[in-house]
Nanobody, 119 residues
């Protein structure tokens, strides 16, 4: 019943922006506490940004100041605004929940969406 549907990925030039969306539906999950993760070729999956049910956020050092995680409870959707994209941001991005804290793997995951940054 729980489903996470992502959108917004694609190809963008370095320095550009993308906004990823993740809509949650079904029982057992809300967007109050969600995380965005990414996995690049040859690298382990890493947390990009997380937001707690109370609204606290956590960002990977590599994206601080460039990425923002936020949610729209009315739409049951969580977003990742990505600005000033670099080649190193190229990866498959996943939304997942519930996000509790760094080091705890969420139970539910989206299908993943490819973000490719070109020069």
């Amino acid at each position: 019943q729980v489903q996470l549907v992502e959108s917004g990925g694609g190809l963008v030039q370095a320095g550009g922006s993308l906004r990823l969306s993740c809509a949650a539906s079904g029982s057992g999950l809300s967007i109050k506490a969600m995380g965005w993760y990414r996995q690049a070729p040859g690298k382990q999956r890493e947390l990009v940004a997380g937001i707690t049910s109370g609204g606290s956020t956590n960002y990977a050092d590599s994206v601080k100041g460039r990425f923002t995680i936020f949610r729209d409870s009315a739409k049951n959707t969580v977003y990742l605004q990505m600005n000033s994209l670099t080649l190193e941001d190229t990866a498959v991005y996943y939304c997942a929940g519930p996000w509790l804290r760094v080091g705890v793997v969420p139970l539910y995951w989206g299908q993943g969406t490819q973000v490719t940054v070109s020069s």
